[in-house]
């Protein structure tokens, strides 16, 4: 996901929309969700009907699932009634909960029918395009999925799921998996079935309900590839989302089978320029004519479905797993393309942006601290940051090992979800090395290195003396390059002073430090 083309004033709505800390529900499973939604170009006024499928952990006599309940501006869902089978249930609704009562055993398996409607107060962005046409594109990140759909809205549940939409039949629909059936209904209306056997967590649950002009731009390995645009976007749209097959194709090579049926680039009117809804992956609405300026963001948002999607964090503190693999693996994508100089431009501007942000919120990448508002998280830590930590981890490991590890964790955690010591777990397997104060230093602690560097020539002896001072108060312990008149060194910094000695016939022109941009540091060289 990228923050790019904000809706500042809906943006501010939703940072209070969704300030409350997150619930999760420790008695249940959801197994399978099926959203019957109805949509009409009147109003903004949605009905659903929601079978969920439900394995119990627990014992229990009543049970809860997230929805934001109608409140005083007329916004949220209203819930009629909650079936199952033939019995109706007893139920209540809080503010961002529907408490279900409901007597069920361990281990048993239910389904459940809800029954609700409403204005969405968020997560379906309901308005018109640039263009002034009507759409409807769900957006649920972080945890925004129940203010239309009833759900366990956190990443560590996921299920499959099927979306039924009828809507005015000028509309075209897509969403998650594969379109199973479409049909005219009466009343000029259209129902469109999407249906989704890979598990997903809420936030990447969505529809995308406009006028389309749809392209099947390309089939890699199997997996249709897809384009969704407006109308009047069609042309340039169809031409410059053209980098998806090649994205997709390399990605499979490196990271391992794509988990979704297909992938679909979809110009979208959401908050976020770029949304990983898994196999239909939404767009800001100028993305089509930013041509290759926005390359990198199809990188960033189609490396989500392996990372991220497939396999996810399995709370928001370890959202590195999804943002920081994005950005390291466009990384990657780019310099296969373009070269290796491309990594070092990118690795060396991340860094700034990573050390930048430090300066202003020292926190630790995982960050516990976050209970609330989650888009707190969409920071240089979790981005920048976390991906500095697979660049380094990939130069500790060697490129062997590290994409070897990185295919294990995927095929582990494909339809699953992990947090970071899962990631280290599988690393440490895979390289045959302890990765503990690899992880400890970049991942939970704070800062970075600040490296004083001072280095003189003395002629009579013919050398270059190097003095290396760790001046923050944490000390790191990590490997750094540096170079002399272009010639490469490589020396271990662990302590808070470090010296060395390297003969050379004559007083160098240059003394570099980390040429290659392979460590997160900061340095200040001068000759003494």
């Given at each position: 996901?990228?923050?790019?083309?904000?809706?500042?004033?809906?943006?501010?709505?939703?940072?209070?929309?969704?300030?409350?800390?997150?619930?999760?529900?420790?008695?249940?499973?959801?197994?399978?969700?099926?959203?019957?939604?109805?949509?009409?170009?009147?109003?903004?006024?949605?009905?659903?009907?929601?079978?969920?499928?439900?394995?119990?952990?627990?014992?229990?006599?009543?049970?809860?699932?997230?929805?934001?309940?109608?409140?005083?501006?007329?916004?949220?869902?209203?819930?009629?009634?909650?079936?199952?089978?033939?019995?109706?249930?007893?139920?209540?609704?809080?503010?961002?909960?529907?408490?279900?009562?409901?007597?069920?055993?361990?281990?048993?398996?239910?389904?459940?029918?809800?029954?609700?409607?409403?204005?969405?107060?968020?997560?379906?962005?309901?308005?018109?395009?640039?263009?002034?046409?009507?759409?409807?594109?769900?957006?649920?990140?972080?945890?925004?999925?129940?203010?239309?759909?009833?759900?366990?809205?956190?990443?560590?549940?996921?299920?499959?799921?099927?979306?039924?939409?009828?809507?005015?039949?000028?509309?075209?629909?897509?969403?998650?998996?594969?379109?199973?059936?479409?049909?005219?209904?009466?009343?000029?209306?259209?129902?469109?079935?999407?249906?989704?056997?890979?598990?997903?967590?809420?936030?990447?649950?969505?529809?995308?309900?406009?006028?389309?002009?749809?392209?099947?731009?390309?089939?890699?390995?199997?997996?249709?590839?897809?384009?969704?645009?407006?109308?009047?976007?069609?042309?340039?749209?169809?031409?410059?989302?053209?980098?998806?097959?090649?994205?997709?194709?390399?990605?499979?090579?490196?990271?391992?089978?794509?988990?979704?049926?297909?992938?679909?680039?979809?110009?979208?009117?959401?908050?976020?320029?770029?949304?990983?809804?898994?196999?239909?992956?939404?767009?800001?609405?100028?993305?089509?004519?930013?041509?290759?300026?926005?390359?990198?963001?199809?990188?960033?948002?189609?490396?989500?479905?392996?990372?991220?999607?497939?396999?996810?964090?399995?709370?928001?503190?370890?959202?590195?797993?999804?943002?920081?693999?994005?950005?390291?693996?466009?990384?990657?994508?780019?310099?296969?393309?373009?070269?290796?100089?491309?990594?070092?431009?990118?690795?060396?501007?991340?860094?700034?942006?990573?050390?930048?942000?430090?300066?202003?919120?020292?926190?630790?990448?995982?960050?516990?601290?976050?209970?609330?508002?989650?888009?707190?998280?969409?920071?240089?830590?979790?981005?920048?940051?976390?991906?500095?930590?697979?660049?380094?981890?990939?130069?500790?490991?060697?490129?062997?090992?590290?994409?070897?590890?990185?295919?294990?964790?995927?095929?582990?955690?494909?339809?699953?979800?992990?947090?970071?010591?899962?990631?280290?777990?599988?690393?440490?397997?895979?390289?045959?090395?302890?990765?503990?104060?690899?992880?400890?230093?970049?991942?939970?602690?704070?800062?970075?290195?600040?490296?004083?560097v001072t280095w003189s020539y003395n002629a009579d002896e013919k050398a270059v003396h190097i003095a290396f001072t760790q001046k923050q108060t944490t000390l790191f312990d990590f490997p750094m390059e540096y170079s002399i008149d272009g010639k490469l060194y490589k020396i271990n910094i662990a302590q808070k002073e470090t010296s060395v000695s390297i003969p050379t016939?004559?007083?160098?022109?240059?003394?570099?430090?980390?040429?290659?941009?392979?460590?997160?540091?900061?340095?200040?060289?001068?000759?003494?």
């Amino acid at each position: 996901m990228r923050k790019h083309c904000l809706f500042y004033a809906l943006f501010l709505l939703l940072l209070v929309a969704s300030a409350k800390a997150q619930t999760i529900f420790p008695d249940i499973d959801v197994q399978h969700y099926t959203f019957a939604i109805t949509l009409n170009d009147d109003n903004n006024s949605i009905s659903g009907k929601a079978t969920i499928d439900i394995k119990f952990l627990n014992n229990v006599a009543q049970f809860k699932l997230n929805l934001v309940k109608k409140n005083s501006s007329g916004k949220g869902m209203l819930v009629s009634e909650i079936t199952e089978g033939s019995k109706k249930l007893k139920f209540s609704q809080d503010d961002d909960v529907v408490n279900i009562i409901s007597t069920a055993k361990k281990q048993s398996k239910h389904s459940f029918t809800i029954s609700y409607s409403g204005v969405p107060a968020d997560g379906l962005i309901i308005s018109q395009n640039k263009f002034g046409h009507r759409t409807f594109f769900g957006d649920n990140w972080p945890n925004r999925a129940h203010n239309w759909l009833p759900c366990a809205d956190y990443p560590s549940d996921k299920a499959s799921v099927d979306f039924i939409v009828t809507a005015p039949d000028h509309y075209q629909v897509v969403s998650n998996g594969i379109k199973v059936l479409e049909t005219i209904m009466p009343n000029h209306t259209k129902l469109t079935h999407w249906t989704e056997s890979a598990p997903l967590a809420p936030k990447v649950m969505i529809i995308g309900v406009a006028d389309f002009a749809i392209q099947q731009s390309s089939n890699v390995n199997g997996i249709p590839v897809y384009t969704y645009v407006f109308p009047e976007d069609k042309e340039v749209g169809f031409k410059n989302y053209k980098y998806a097959p090649d994205i997709l194709a390399w990605y499979i090579k490196k990271f391992g089978p794509y988990a979704f049926e297909k992938l679909a680039n979809v110009q979208s009117k959401t908050i976020y320029g770029g949304m990983e809804n898994s196999s239909a992956i939404f767009y800001y609405e100028d993305s089509p004519e930013a041509g290759r300026a926005d390359e990198e963001l199809m990188a960033h948002e189609i490396a989500h479905q392996w990372f991220g999607d497939a396999a996810g964090e399995k709370t928001w503190a370890n959202l590195w797993l999804s943002e920081g693999f994005a950005t390291y693996m466009t990384n990657c994508y780019l310099e296969h393309k373009y070269g290796p100089d491309t990594l070092k431009k990118r690795e060396a501007a991340d860094r700034r942006t990573a050390i930048g942000f430090e300066s202003r919120h020292l926190t630790p990448v995982v960050d516990t601290t976050v209970k609330t508002n989650f888009k707190r998280l969409l920071n240089a830590n979790s981005y920048q940051k976390g991906g500095w930590a697979l660049h380094m981890l990939r130069r500790k490991l060697g490129d062997t090992l590290f994409w070897k590890g990185i295919r294990a964790y995927y095929a582990k955690y494909d339809g699953h979800n992990a947090n970071t010591a899962d990631f280290e777990r599988v690393m440490e397997q895979a390289s045959g090395q302890n990765l503990q104060q690899f992880f400890k230093q970049w991942l939970y602690t704070t800062g970075h290195p600040d490296i004083k560097v001072t280095w003189s020539y003395n002629a009579d002896e013919k050398a270059v003396h190097i003095a290396f001072t760790q001046k923050q108060t944490t000390l790191f312990d990590f490997p750094m390059e540096y170079s002399i008149d272009g010639k490469l060194y490589k020396i271990n910094i662990a302590q808070k002073e470090t010296s060395v000695s390297i003969p050379t016939a004559t007083k160098p022109v240059s003394v570099v430090m980390d040429p290659d941009v392979n460590v997160l540091a900061v340095f200040e060289v001068a000759e003494q």
